[in-house]
DNA sequence: TGGCATACAGACAGACCTGTCTACATTCCT
DNA sequence: AGGAATGTAGACAGGTCTGTCTGTATGCCA
């Protein structure tokens, strides 16, 4: 069963990943689900709180289906920390790739206390968390570490492949994701 | 002497990178300029046309500002090639702090074939170009491949610095660039 | 000094924006 | 069967947006 804030945030997520959220309106927003204005507003208090409340609903999707993907990749932890530019490398082949909605939201919403910037930073921090688990798993002997290190390498493929339009930023990062790996894990030989 | 149309630049400049492009009228960047609105339409065609120049503008003094700060802090080849995430954590901490403005473009412009989507481009470009002419002084066996990597540790620093909110973005970026630089020069000598 | 280019000041049109309001239809529960 | 809750449809207000137009002032050059 949809409801229809479901319908109205599963359009609404897809209209400003499309096209951007100050640049749309939100009659665009209801045509496109076939809602009714005071719908919106009954749901949410206004625009800003629907874009907020498409981007939760987009970090959890994100957060399910990111790490499916990793984990159907590869079954050992270290596999897995490379194989996270795999899956980003698909997902900059996709003709509706315009970048990381959080990183766009980040550019449109300059407050920086704002609850969407909030929601942007958690969404960042979970990448980061994921990481850890990851490279702890993997045996690193600092996982915090390494998991920033890779977390930068993630943000930066999605940066160039979308921003500098770079169809190799993904094989980029794997391969500076392979030495800065190698190195952590030969730290710990070494411990 | 300073044109209508280089002081409206300068002030658009400034204004975009706080505020935004799509959030900010053109009355605001008159009276902030103190430029009469024909003269907008005179010098450029449109609003777009005045984030374009303000846009080129930007570039150019990147250019010069980020690789003058790069070089007046290390000398040689292989510690310019670190001193650049120095100069981004520098950066990083400015009050005025907003991310890219490239990038921030590139998130509120969807036509991916846009004169302004080009300019980002051509900035990011220029950045990894950069990076190689410092990766080969260094003795870099591939530099273009050391470059690409280094571009998207950049990047990567600026989007996780603004959009995760991370203060340590630059000094994470600042390892895994240590390790890969340290591996591709190990590599000149294994040759 | 007269004429021309440049810029300012501000009105104006037409479109679009968010958010509120009213009136009507449907569904569900008791 | 009747009433509460939910949703639709669309008008409406008040504001803001880009871009155009008119009229005036200033400075420069011949």
Redesign the pocket.
């Given at each position: 069963m949809t409801?229809?804030?479901d319908r109205l945030l599963s359009h609404a997520s897809t209209i400003f990943e499309a096209k951007g959220f100050n640049a749309?309106?939100?009659?665009?927003l209801l045509a496109e689900a076939?809602?009714?204005?005071?719908?919106l507003?009954?749901?949410f208090k206004?625009?800003?709180g629907l874009v907020l409340a498409a981007l939760r609903r987009r970090d959890q999707r994100f957060r399910e289906t990111f790490a499916a993907l990793v984990e159907a990749r590869a079954s050992e932890p270290r596999a897995r920390l490379l194989a996270v530019f795999d899956v980003l490398g698909r997902w900059f082949e996709r003709d509706d790739f315009r970048g990381c909605i959080f990183l766009n939201a980040a550019a449109e919403f300059p407050e920086a206390d704002s609850p969407i910037r909030r929601a942007v930073a958690e969404h960042k921090a979970w990448l980061r968390e994921y990481l850890r688990s990851l490279a702890q798993a993997a045996g690193a002997p600092d996982p915090p570490t390494l998991a920033a290190e890779l977390a930068v390498l993630v943000d930066g493929a999605i940066a160039r492949a979308h921003g500098a339009g770079e169809a190799d930023a993904a094989a980029s990062a794997r391969r500076a994701a392979e030495t800065t790996v190698r190195s952590a894990l030969a730290a710990e030989i070494a411990a």
């Open positions: 409801t229809v804030a749309v309106g939100i009659d665009l076939g809602v009714a204005k005071m719908s507003y009954k749901h206004s625009k800003d």
